[in-house]
């Protein structure tokens, strides 16, 4: 059983920055693939952010350049830093762990709101 929290949402002005952290339990993380996601009121929730278990990341354009995803094997955490925060990326986030073929993981979810 894994279970993952996340923290580190919150209010933040458009143009400011905040860092997510999301802390996975059980001995599978260093060689899951993980994910952040985010669900916005009336949208799907979509994936914008990865990194498999050897360290590769991806990212949707919309936040390319602007997130940084990254992991810490050692802290069983997964981060992800967050620049130049735009209203339109007000969401609740979540991270996901994936272990195919058996294994996937929720975290609860973090508000993000961004004013502008």
């Known amino acids: 059983q894994v279970q993952l929290v996340e923290s580190g949402g919150g209010l933040v002005q458009a143009g400011g920055s905040l860092r997510l952290s999301c802390a996975a339990s059980?001995?599978?993380?260093?060689?899951?693939?993980m994910g952040w996601y985010r669900q916005a009121p009336g949208k799907q929730r979509e994936l914008f952010a990865a990194?498999?278990?050897?360290?590769?990341?991806n990212y949707a354009e919309s936040v390319k350049g602007r997130f940084t995803v990254s992991r810490d094997n050692a802290k069983n955490t997964l981060y992800l830093q967050m620049n130049s925060l735009k209203p339109e990326d007000a969401a609740v986030y979540y991270c996901?762990?994936?272990?195919?073929?058996?294994?996937?993981?929720w975290g609860q979810g973090t508000q993000v709101t961004v004013s502008s």
């Open positions: 059980g001995s599978i993380f260093s060689i899951s693939a």
């Open positions: 990194v498999t278990s050897g360290g590769s990341t």
């Open positions: 996901n762990l994936k272990l195919v073929p058996l294994f996937d993981y």
